[in-house]
C-alpha cells in the first residue's frame, strides 16, 4: 500500500530526530522525513521496515516534505540550535508554508531566542516549541517533552506528544515503553517557556551529576574504596531515596572494565568534562534574575575548573596540601553520612532550580505548573528520579510553595539529616578533598536558615564609600537612611 500523507513530518534524521521519527512510527503516526544527508533518511527507512508499523516516507527536499503532509501541516525540526532553524524555517517559507502550518522546535535552543522566534514568524506560520529530554534512547523509546508555544497549535500535537513520551504508573514509577500511564509531556506555556524549563532541568542535570561525582571521589580519596566498591555503594543507594537514572548510569560505569587494560574504565577516561551550555545558561539566568542557584553554577565551574588540566597540575605539583591528619573517619558513618549530604544536596539544587522557574515565570508572566513540570520529569528525562514523585506531591499539596525547602516533608528530611550533610563537608574540608557542589548547597542551606545574614555590614559599606543609603531595622523597609560617614561630625540622615 502506497501513502501520499504523513501525520508529521520530522526536518533533521541525526540521533534524536531519528529516534523521535521511529518513536512516532512505533505510535502508528506516519512520518515523512528529510535531512540534506540522504544516508540518513535511507537509515531511517530501513530502521522503519523493521517495524512494521507507521508509514515512513522519504522526502527529497523541503517543498517534497510540504508536499507529503495534509494542511494544516505539522513538521518537526530536530536541527542544531541556533542559525540553522531560522533556515530552515525561512526556506520552508519560501515553498509555500501557511499560517496554519505548525513548525515544532524541538531542539534545545536558547530561551530568548523561542520567544524572539514566537514574534518573527507571527502571522507567517504557527510556531511551536518542544524540548525533549531524555537523549538517545527517550527519544526512541519514551522521551520526557516540555511543550510550548500556540495553545491551539497544542491541542493537535498533543495526542502524538503524550503517545510517544514516557509514562508513569499511578505511583510515578516508570513503567515500561508500550504500557499504560500517565504521559510525561505537558503544555508549558508561551513560546520560550518549555525552553526555559528545559534549560533549568539541565542546570539541574548539571548539578545532580556533580554531587554524585563528588560522593564518588569523596569515597575514593577519603575510604580509598575502588571504582568497583563504590558502585556497590551507589547500587546500594539506587533502591532508596537516591534512586535515580543518573545514579543507576554510574553504578553501571563504575562497573564497567575496559577492556584494554582490565582496570576499571573509569579510571582510564581523562578527567576533564565537557559542556555544550545550557548550564551555563542556568548559571547566568541565575545571576541575572538575582534568583541565587549556587549548586547548579558551581556545577558549572567545576566542569570549567576541570578543562584547566595543565594549570591544575602545575598547582597539584607545586604546593603540598596540609590536611588534619589526625582526623579519624569510621568507614560505616562516613558513607551514611554521605548518602544523606548528597540527598541534601540534591534536594537544594532541586529547590534552586524551581525557584528560577519561578521568578523567571513572574517576571515572563507565565503561569508554570510546578507539579506538572515535576510529573513529567519522574520518567524519560535524564534527572528521572524517585525523588520526583516527593516534589511532584510537594506542589500538588501547595502550588505556590516559596520554596522546596519549605514543603514539611522535605523540611523534616533536612532537619533529620542535616547533621550528616556538615560532617561529610566538614570531613572533606579538612581532608583536602574538593566538594564545591556539597558545600554550596549545605551554603545555601544556612543562608536561608539564617535570620540574620552580615549584609547589614555590607549596605554599611556600600553606604560609606557610595551613599547607597540603607534601611534600618526599626523603620519601614521602604525608608532610606545615609550616615555622613566622613563628616566631623558623624550623624545619620533620613533619605
Ligand atoms: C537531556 C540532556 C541533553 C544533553 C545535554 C548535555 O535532557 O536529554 O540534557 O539535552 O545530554 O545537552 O549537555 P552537556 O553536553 O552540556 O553536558
Keep these: 500500500m502506497s501513502l501520499s500523507f504523513a501525520n508529521i513530518a520530522i526536518v533533521g534524521l541525526g540521533v534524536i530526530g531519528r529516534n523521535l521519527a521511529l518513536n512516532l512510527l512505533d505510535n502508528q503516526y506516519d ?3 528529510f535531512d540534506l544527508n540522504t544516508t540518513l533518511v535511507d537509515k531511517t527507512l530501513t530502521d522503519s521496515l523493521k517495524l512494521n508499523r507507521g508509514c515512513f516516507l522519504k522526502a527529497k527536499s523541503l517543498k517534497d516534505v510540504l508536499s507529503k ?10 536541527v542544531p540550535a541556533g542559525k540553522a532553524i531560522e533556515n530552515v524555517i525561512d526556506e520552508l517559507l519560501k515553498e509555500g508554508l501557511t499560517s496554519d502550518d505548525i513548525v515544532i522546535d524541538t531542539g534545545n535552543s536558547l530561551w530568548t531566542d523561542s520567544v524572539e522566534r514566537g514574534k518573527k ?26 511543550a510550548s508555544g500556540n495553545a491551539i497549535a497544542w491541542q493537535q500535537i498533543k495526542p502524538m506528544w503524550e503517545s510517544i513520551s514516557a509514562k508513569v504508573d499511578s505511583y510515578g514509577q516508570p513503567v515500561p515503553t508500550g504500557s499504560e500511564g500517565e504521559p510525561c509531556a505537558a503544555y508549558i506555556g508561551p513560546e520560550g517557556a518549555g525552553h526555559y524549563v528545559k534549560m533549568v532541568h539541565n542546570g539541574i542535570e548539571y548539578a545532580d551529576m556533580q554531587l554524585i561525582c563528588e560522593a564518588y571521589q569523596y569515597l575514593r580519596q577519603v575510604l580509598n574504596l575502588s571504582a568497583h566498591e563504590i558502585g556497590n555503594i551507589f547500587k546500594k543507594w539506587n533502591t532508596g531515596v537516591l534512586n535515580s537514572y543518573l545514579m543507576e548510569i554510574s553504578v553501571d560505569i563504575l562497573q564497567q572494565v575496559d577492556p584494554k587494560t582490565k582496570t576499571p574504565l573509569v579510571d582510564m577516561i581523562c578527567d576533564i568534562a565537557g ?19 549556587p549548586t547548579i553554577t558551581q556545577a558549572v565551574f567545576a566542569r570549567s575548573l576541570s578543562g584547566l588540566k595543565v594549570q591544575r597540575m602545575k598547582v597539584a605539583n607545586s604546593i603540598d596540601v596540609v590536611i588534619e591528619s589526625s582526623f579519624e573517619i569510621d568507614k560505616t558513618n562516613a558513607i551514611e553520612q554521605l548518602h544523606d549530604a548528597l540527598y541534601c544536596s540534591k534536594l537544594c539544587a532541586y529547590a534552586q532550580g524551581f525557584n528560577l522557574m519561578k521568578m523567571t515565570a513572574s517576571e515572563q508572566g507565565w503561569e508554570l505548573d510546578y507539579a506538572a513540570i515535576a510529573k513529567i ?13 516527593s516534589i511532584a506531591e510537594a506542589y500538588v499539596k501547595n502550588p505556590s510553595l516559596d520554596s522546596l525547602l519549605l514543603d514539611p516533608f522535605f523540611s523534616e528530611e533536612l532537619f533529620n539529616r542535616q547533621l550528616n550533610w556538615r560532617r561529610t563537608v566538614a570531613s572533606a574540608n579538612l581532608l583536602g578533598v574538593s566538594c564545591a557542589g556539597l558545600s554550596s ?12 545574614l552580615p549584609s547589614n555590614l555590607l549596605q554599611a559599606q556600600r553606604d560609606y564609600f557610595g551613599s547607597h543609603t540603607y534601611s534600618r531595622i526599626d523603620h519601614p523597609e521602604e525608608q532610606k537612611f545615609h550616615f555622613l560617614w566622613s563628616e566631623s561630625s558623624r550623624k545619620e540622615v533620613y533619605i
Design 275 to 293: 559542556q555544550k551550555g545550557t548550564g551555563l545558561w542556568s548559571a547566568v539566568e541565575s545571576l541575572q534574575v538575582g534568583c541565587p542557584a
Design 441 to 452: 548547597a549545605l551554603n545555601y542551606f544556612d543562608a536561608f536558615c539564617s535570620k540574620k
Design 121 to 146: 514568524y507571527l502571522g507567517k506560520l504557527t510556531f511551536f516549541c518542544t524540548a525533549v529530554s531524555g537523549g538517545e534512547m527517550g527519544a526512541r523509546f519514551g522521551p520526557s517533552l516540555m
Design 31 to 33: 512520518v515523512v522525513g
Design 69 to 78: 503532509l495534509r494542511a494544516p501541516r505539522v513538521i518537526a525540526l530536530s
Design 377 to 389: 520529569w519522574r520518567a524519560g528525562c535524564i534527572i528521572r528520579a524517585v525523588f520526583l514523585q
